[in-house]
């Protein structure tokens, strides 16, 4: 799954990087986690980031809050289920990150955080379906997911699943509301693990309150004890 990410970037870089504008007030994010309002780019609004809610509210769940735990969708099965299928074929959105969090079981009740990211820390989008519900006040909110998918020989050391991440020439693709569903599952894809790395970051990227440039820095792994250790 992926259940936490960071975009610790700059407005210039991302406005750069996607080619869309972004808010004034926006600030670099490191500890991103689901519920939280963040920055997408849509297949309606391409040319600028919109800001919705990480965790779709299903359609047959209308007027309940944000959910927390549907913050995935397995690239596998989203045209097969009813939850995913309809926002897959018309709402697909850019999920824009330079990072993701995993973490390590280490014996029965210690996990090792680690963080994925691109060779250069380079930008990069996760593929994401969005949509559109009624809140409890009668207003209008918007959410999405991020599609998983099975884990690359980076990933598969730490988890079983990693999120898909698209090549940016496929970025637009993606978007695209003409684009044949053959070739938007066919970039569902691990992405290649020659082309990232992984690194451990400290315990405190586990409380969603921490959200400062210390969380993604490369610690050493603690062991059960709190002793700093070598095992990877």
């Known amino acids: 799954m992926c259940g936490r990410y960071s975009l610790a970037k700059t407005k210039t870089e991302l406005e750069e990087r996607f080619g869309a504008e972004m808010l004034e007030s926006f600030a670099p994010r490191y500890n991103i986690a689901p519920s939280q309002l ?39 099965t989203v045209t097969e289920k009813v939850t995913f299928s309809n926002a ?18 280490i014996g029965k009740k210690t996990k090792v955080p680690y963080r994925f990211v691109l060779h250069g820390e380079s930008l990069f989008s996760m593929a994401g379906i969005w949509e559109e519900y009624e809140t409890e006040q009668g207003e209008t909110a918007h959410t999405f997911l991020i599609l998983t998918t099975s884990p690359n020989a980076i990933s598969a050391e730490i988890h079983d699943r990693m999120p898909v991440i698209l090549k ?17 599952l066919e970039m569902l894809q691990p992405y290649p693990d ?38 990877g």
């Open 38 to 76: 963040v920055p997408v780019i849509t297949n309606e609004s391409p040319r600028g980031f919109s800001h919705f809610y990480w965790g779709i509210t299903p359609a047959f769940a209308k007027n309940k809050p944000v959910a927390n735990k549907l913050i995935n969708a397995r690239a596998e």
């Open 88 to 105: 897959f074929k018309r709402n697909r959105c850019l999920v824009p990150a330079d990072g993701f969090f995993e973490w390590k079981k």
């Open 168 to 184: 940016k020439e496929n970025e637009a693709k993606w978007l695209a509301m003409d684009t044949p569903e053959r070739e938007l």
């Open 194 to 231: 020659e082309e990232m790395t992984k690194y451990t970051v400290s315990p405190m990227v586990n409380q969603v309150a921490n959200d400062s440039a210390f969380v993604i820095r490369k610690t050493l792994p603690m062991d059960q004890f709190g002793n700093y250790t070598l095992f």
